[in-house]
């Protein structure tokens, strides 16, 4: 299988634990985005990075987020002192850019890791 | 800031037509159109870019007025399988960091 996979698909724990995602994009692809989704809404950016450098980082990022890509291949997202608030999709995408340059590739999505905070 | 979609819903016996429509309230590099179904990963479908070049799916048609920063999604004839969640996401500086919309449910009816 070629495309982008997450780990784990779901994950179940309770208020206050931290929890771990982890993103394998496409091989060749050098920009990894991280989204969030709830039930009825449309995916909501958090991150995304360039090779192992993390460009942007949304302000709906709390300081409990953190991500890493450290060698630029593979990517985690980790949550500290999860909260109820914190259920949701967590998306994976990845997408070959050219840096410098005005990117216009599609992304191409993981099928998510669920997020189940008790 | 995000895109707003219209309609929100929209229930289409087969082979009927739908349009959907995505307004930004920023000037945009391009548009890009995913469909979500139920329990699955967001699919590519259409990426219109300033200055009129598109790239995506054969049966699926859009347009984008820059001036306007508006983008409509045309499906016709539509299949059982166009059922989903259609997301569009607007990218301002062309770094592909995309603002969804927040969907438009279309159900399609045999």
């Known amino acids: 299988d070629t495309g982008v996979s997450q780990d784990p698909r779901h994950k179940i724990t309770k208020r206050g634990q931290n929890v771990t995602f982890r993103c394998d994009p496409i091989?060749?692809?050098?920009?990894l985005y991280w989204y969030r989704q709830t039930l009825g809404q449309g995916p909501e950016f958090l991150t995304y990075?360039?090779?192992?450098?993390?460009?942007?980082k949304s302000r709906l990022l709390s300081d409990r987020f953190s991500a890493e890509r450290p060698k630029g291949s593979f990517s985690t997202l980790e949550i500290q002192r999860t909260e109820q608030g914190d259920s949701a999709m967590y998306l994976c995408?990845?997408?070959?850019?050219?840096?410098?340059?005005?990117?216009?590739?599609?992304?191409?999505f993981g099928e998510g890791s669920r997020l189940t905070v008790l | 800031q995000q895109p707003v979609q219209s309609p929100q819903a929209v229930i289409l016996r087969e082979g009927e037509d739908a349009v959907i429509n995505c307004s930004s309230s920023?000037?945009?590099?391009?548009v890009h159109w995913y469909r979500q179904k139920h329990g699955e990963a967001p699919v590519f479908l259409m990426i219109l870019l300033k200055g009129g070049e598109q790239k995506g799916h054969e049966k699926i048609s859009a347009s984008f007025n820059e001036k306007k920063q508006q983008s409509s999604l045309y499906l016709t004839a539509s299949q059982l399988s166009y059922s989903g969640t259609y997301f569009c996401g607007t990218d301002s500086v062309g770094a592909q960091k995309l603002v969804f919309g927040q969907g438009t449910r279309l159900t399609i009816n045999p």
């Open positions: 995408a990845s997408s070959l850019g050219v840096s410098g340059r005005r990117s216009t590739g599609e992304l191409f």
């Open positions: 091989s060749e692809h050098n920009r």
């Open positions: 920023k000037a945009l590099y391009s």
């Open positions: 990075f360039q090779n192992e450098a993390q460009l942007e």
